[in-house]
């Protein structure tokens, strides 16, 4: 294994890949916690913020790193306070996932958060985001029309809509 960068966040390095035995590239970096905030149980919160890597405003479910040594849940009710405001009165792991195992080492852990109170205001001040609040079929939508266009929000978004059908 050999390091070819060590960023900020990131770390792109060689690996021997022990099935085939090629020489891959992996890239590790922090973990992910993604809230689903529901208002209500119609209603979920967002944000709506610029993102340079693509250029554009996207609308988001709220997420963040998860800091060494901290446990993903601990993550997403701070990034939910940081980003947001608020906090929640009930927050619980629904499952965790390789969004690109085959360069990306990290998980990304989705919460569903309830009991939504104001807690203040958000405090990552550098993120600079809009809440919007959307029912859960309009977020469809979006997502059909690909106005909400973010793998983890998408993935957030089905969720709402499979478990509302599953009645769950």
Same mark, same amino acid.
């Given at each position: 294994?050999?390091?070819? /960068? ?35 149980? +119609?209603?979920?919160? /967002? ?17 963040? +790193? ?43 852990? /989705? /919460? ?57």
């Amino acid at each position: 294994m050999a390091v070819v /960068f060590r960023g900020w966040v990131i770390k792109v390095e060689t690996v021997i890949n022990s099935a085939s035995g090629h020489t891959e590239l992996r890239i590790t970096k922090p973990d992910v916690a993604v809230i689903i905030p529901m208002v209500d149980k +119609h209603t979920i919160l /967002f944000e709506r913020h610029y993102r340079s890597a693509t250029g554009m405003y996207m609308l988001e479910l709220p997420a963040g +790193h998860v800091n060494n040594g901290e446990a993903p849940i601990h993550a997403a009710r701070r990034e939910l306070l940081e980003e947001t405001g608020y906090t929640a009165g009930s927050i619980r792991r629904i499952y965790s996932s390789y969004m690109a195992p085959g360069l990306l080492a990290d998980r990304t852990h /989705f /919460f569903m958060a309830k009991g939504l109170r104001r807690a203040g205001r958000p405090t990552d001040l550098h993120e600079k985001v809009q809440l919007v609040r959307l029912s859960v079929g309009k977020a469809y939508r979006y997502v059909k029309s690909g106005r909400i266009n973010d793998g983890k929000s998408i993935i957030g978004v089905m969720h709402c809509v499979l478990s509302r059908k599953a009645g769950t």
